[in-house]
């Protein structure tokens, strides 16, 4: 490309004149300044922008095709140089923007032009853990220090584990105390863990009636104790975080569905010391050495004794736990030997653990979803 071309005074001149004589409203301009004005646009230009500059520059009424256009309106003598320089300066342009178009100009619309490296960065909004899980897992850091294993299992249950391998048989007055929701089985489904589906193995240690296989979500994690017993040898250490459901209306403590952690130790020579011993351990870990905790005799049937513990809330007790020692009853029905092994078990309400650690006082904020809530842990 001649770029001397574009300096020529005579271009120049021709070009003034053209202009002067079209009689528009622009002011003249020289090839060279418009040149310098097209590129500087065209570096700025993207997107939907590039297409703009195209049609500003090059298109059927942009300025460098009118000004080869006016070339009938320069004096004679001047008409090869202007024209040459003209047709020169449209080259360049096309080429430019064919390179700018070729390197990516097609900016996505709707992102800006330029980015100004001197503003503040905006912090990307990052996700964070549910207070639920982070409860759990402070939980379970506090009962790993003390050599439990976690593990998980089925939220959708059998009648069996839920209540009759926890010494609650059908129709006893003690199923009331936790109000179910049951689940219509569908129609040659075995219920949960079914091995004809591929699911994980169930081992049913009871008849197969109907009644013992019918299906529900689990009103406690306490299930576990009979599954975990069935399979493992003690000694078992072992807890078992989980979701729970319950028929329940809600209120400022109770949810319909909420999280509890449960606890199983077994072996040779447990004592109710070793169960108590453990859980001050846990509440020293996880509300601190200054909260108090409360023990009162409570019943459930599948320990003996049984125990609930209460942490002070607001000048009032807040119960987070039921506990005892394992029923024989249930160790036998699980295939451990209860004149041998003892063990003691127990089930705690994760929420009720998170607000009495953090000062919450409506459980329903837990899975209300409001992230004004939810930013605060
Ligand atoms: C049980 O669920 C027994 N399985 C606990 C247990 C395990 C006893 C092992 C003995 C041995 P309970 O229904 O009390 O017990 O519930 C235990 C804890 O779960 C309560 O102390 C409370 O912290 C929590 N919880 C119970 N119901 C609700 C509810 N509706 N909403 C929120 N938390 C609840």
Redesign the pocket.
């Known amino acids: 490309m001649n770029r001397s071309s574009i300096h020529d005074p005579a271009c120049l001149a021709a070009y003034n004149r053209s202009m002067a004589s079209s009689g528009g409203t622009r002011s003249p301009e020289s090839l060279e300044s418009l040149r310098a004005r097209a590129l500087g646009e065209l570096k700025a230009a993207a997107g939907d922008g590039l297409e703009a500059w195209r049609t500003e520059y090059l298109g059927r009424r942009g300025s460098v095709t009118q000004v080869l256009r006016s070339i009938s309106s320069v004096a004679v003598q001047d008409r090869a140089r202007f024209g040459a320089a003209a047709n020169a300066l449209r080259n360049e342009l096309e080429a430019a923007f064919e390179a700018r178009a070729a390197a990516g100009g097609s900016r996505p619309a709707g992102l800006p032009d330029r980015i100004d490296v001197t503003l503040p960065g905006r912090r990307p909004l990052k996700g964070r853990l549910h207070p639920t899980t982070r409860t759990i897992r402070d939980i379970a850091a506090a009962f790993g220090a003390m050599g439990f294993q976690v593990i998980e299992g089925p939220e959708v249950e059998y009648d069996y584990y839920n209540f009759s391998a926890l010494n609650i048989p059908h129709d006893h007055p003690a199923r009331d105390?936790?109000d179910t929701l049951w689940i219509d089985q569908p129609a040659g489904h075995d219920g949960p863990g079914d091995r004809s589906k591929g699911g994980q193995q169930v081992l049913l240690r009871t008849d197969t009636s109907s009644v013992q296989t019918r299906i529900l979500l689990r009103?406690?994690?306490?299930p576990m104790q009979a599954r975990v017993m069935e399979t493992t040898r003690p000694p078992i250490r072992v807890i078992v975080p989980g979701r729970c459901y319950?028929y329940?209306a809600t209120d400022a403590?109770?949810?319909?569905h909420?999280h509890?952690v449960?606890g199983l130790a077994v072996a040779e020579g447990i004592t109710f010391a070793d169960l108590k011993g453990t859980l001050y351990e846990f509440a020293r870990r996880v509300f601190g050495v200054d909260r108090k905790v409360r023990f009162r005799c409570d019943y459930?049937p599948?320990?003996e004794p049984?125990v609930?513990m209460a942490i002070d809330w607001k000048g009032q007790w807040l119960?987070?736990?039921?506990?005892?020692m394992v029923h024989p009853k249930v160790l036998a029905g699980a295939g451990v030997d209860p004149e041998k092994y003892t063990g003691f078990?127990?089930?705690?309400?994760v929420?009720?653990v998170a607000m009495l650690r953090h000062g919450i006082d409506d459980?329903r904020l837990f899975a209300g979803n409001d992230l004004r809530f939810l930013s605060q842990f």
Request: proline share 0%; aromatic share 18%.
């Open positions: 105390m936790w009103t406690h994690t306490s319950r329940e403590t109770h949810e319909w909420f509890q449960e459930f599948f320990v049984g609930d119960e987070v736990m039921g506990a005892g078990a127990f089930g705690m309400g929420e009720r459980i």
